[in-house]
């Protein structure tokens, strides 16, 4: 959807822990926001209103994932083959 948004020019963001995802590898973290995220502003946009509020998810799926994934996903998306339940 968006696949050309930046994150907000501030100084460096750590996401905070999330208790659904305790152990070190966060693929499934990352991969999580991810959705959360398309869902949020896939909300937000039929309901005619700013996807400001799905902004935490993109600075959590931005820090944690890969660029190259996120391209990938993207251009899945774009596409119609995105596997993930947007």
Known sequence: MLDTQKPPRKKRWT??????????????NCYQNFLE??????????????SEPCEYYFRVYNSLCPTSWVQHWNEQIKDGTFAGKI
């Not at 208790?19 to 499934?28: G, L, M, S």
């Not at 398309?38 to 700013?50: A, P």
């Open 15 to 28: 996401p905070p822990f999330d208790p659904r995802f305790p152990n070190q590898n966060q693929t499934r």
């Open 37 to 50: 995220y398309q869902r949020c502003v896939k909300t937000m946009s039929r309901r005619g209103k700013n």
